[in-house]
């Protein structure tokens, strides 16, 4: 050994490969160095000897593959890593131990990197949260096949260690619900649309000004990105493959400040919340704006914070909160997932082997049972208010709490804003119920409803 060591250092130049093999250091390819890319930087250049100390080897970065060589990338001198213009060739590289994918995008690059990184025996750490949603099942089966991890902490709520929580500290129980708000964008806009009684166009128009909403917020505010977090959890908590094409989805774009007004004034907050809970109909998957009690500790998950929520047998309830998105909170939770690699912790992507997932049973929205919070815009006139009540009787749906306003428009008597609470009731027979109030001509515009979650 040491006449090997002394011919290592006198006969040759040290190369990569060389200390890779005497120092045992795991060896990062990172693909895509925008604004998470950049934090995963600064945060294995920041804490190099603790992260060292703490996985008992160096992590390096030894290549690197993006859109731009010569963009900025917060001040790190990019030239000392190998360069690579295609993610596939970095992905199937010699050089590289783990494949770190920051690409984004669920199918493309992305998808293909992984795939050649998976096919060649490289661990996989992402934060793609699309590309999982849409082909986790099979990724985890092919992380398998090659014996590597497919790590993907990041993917859901940014820097809440929530995967490794469900995936390790609650191995021992069964969830019966996990639900949280996941999307930081939809929180901003309605913690301001409440704190300052502004409405939805306004507060939308601000985030996107300060930096806070896309330029095209669909994905956000119509909960699609919040959705695609939710198929990963559910995977996690039920054992179930991963199914996104089943989510039951709608976005916060139709709520209004009167909505938050009235909730508020029957004890509610809203929030979008994702939601995968088991039933008697089978799993519900849904993102939707949803009412929570105002003293529960979700309802107080205010700005941009995101918050995951778990019901578990044992463990009974929990909740972590933390940020959801930006450069350092999401690269706190990728170099967590590369820190396991470092020590040896390769675990199934969902908790158990990816052959051993269950289909998904989807639970059917009409089937779902809650609370309810009705908007009806009623014509102020005799008998109206005891027609939709003979309506709701009809239809088994018990009243919880009404209020009932002035007239919208100051000094015009045609209409009234009429809100209730209901007790918990079939969604199909509240979908019945409005349609018939619709239909018999007792409101003035379209019924609105807006799920409440006992908790
Ligand atoms: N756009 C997301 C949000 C962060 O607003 O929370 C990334 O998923």
Redesign the pocket.
């Known amino acids: 050994m040491k006449s090997r060591a002394r011919k290592f250092i006198t006969a040759r130049p040290i190369t990569n490969v060389a200390i890779h093999l005497m120092t045992n250091q795991l060896r990062l390819g990172i693909a895509g160095l925008g604004t998470v890319g950049t934090g995963v930087l600064d945060l294995l250049i920041r804490h190099e000897p603790t992260i060292a100390d703490r996985c008992g080897r160096p992590i390096v970065v030894t290549a690197v593959c993006a859109r731009s060589r010569s963009a900025k990338r917060g001040g790190h001198d990019i030239k000392a890593f190998t360069w690579f213009d295609d993610p596939v060739a970095l992905a199937e590289s010699d050089e590289i131990d783990v494949f770190v994918e920051l690409i984004g995008g669920e199918d493309g690059p992305a998808k293909a990197a992984v795939e050649a990184a998976l096919n060649a025996g490289k661990h996989v750490v992402t934060a793609n949260?699309a590309l999982l949603a849409h082909h986790g099942t099979a990724l985890a089966k092919l992380a398998e096949q090659s014996g590597v991890a497919l790590n993907f902490e990041a993917a859901v709520a940014?820097g809440i260690p929530i995967v490794k929580s469900m995936r390790e500290s609650l191995a021992g129980n069964q969830v019966i619900r996990v639900f949280g708000i996941?999307?930081?964008?939809?929180n901003y806009i309605l913690t301001k649309m409440e704190a300052e009684g502004r409405d939805f166009a306004e507060v939308l128009k601000e985030a996107q000004e300060l930096g806070y909403a896309?330029a095209d917020p669909e994905f956000?505010i119509g909960g699609f990105?919040a959705a695609h977090k939710v198929a990963c959890l559910t995977a996690l908590a039920f054992g179930t493959q991963v199914d996104y094409a089943s989510i039951y989805v709608e976005g916060i774009e139709h709520i209004t400040l009167a909505d938050i007004r009235n909730a508020g004034d029957l004890g509610y907050k809203i929030k979008l919340l994702g939601v995968a809970v088991e039933t008697s109909d089978g799993i519900e998957q849904r993102v939707h704006p949803t009412l929570v009690p105002k003293n529960s500790p979700i309802a107080d998950v205010d700005g941009?914070f995101?918050a995951v929520a778990v019901n578990a047998d044992f463990a009974d309830e929990l909740m972590l909160e933390g940020r959801?998105?930006g450069a350092h909170p999401t690269a706190s939770s990728v170099v967590a997932d590369i820190c396991d690699i470092a020590r040896g912790i390769i675990l199934p992507a969902f908790g158990i082997p990816a052959s051993r997932l269950k289909p998904y049973q989807r639970a059917r929205m009409r089937a779902h049972e809650g609370g309810y919070y009705v908007s009806l815009e009623l014509y102020d006139k005799p008998g109206e208010v005891a027609a939709v009540a003979s309506i709701f009787s009809d239809s088994d749906i018990s009243i919880e709490s009404i209020v009932q306003r002035g007239p919208t428009v100051a000094g015009v008597r045609d209409t009234a804003p009429f809100i209730l609470i209901t007790h918990d009731t079939l969604e199909s027979a509240m979908r019945t119920a409005l349609k018939r109030i619709e239909g018999e001509g007792h409101a003035a515009s379209r019924p609105r409803m807006i799920r409440i979650e006992r908790l």
């Open positions: 949260k940014g996941l999307n930081g964008t939809c896309e956000d990105d941009v995101n959801g998105a």
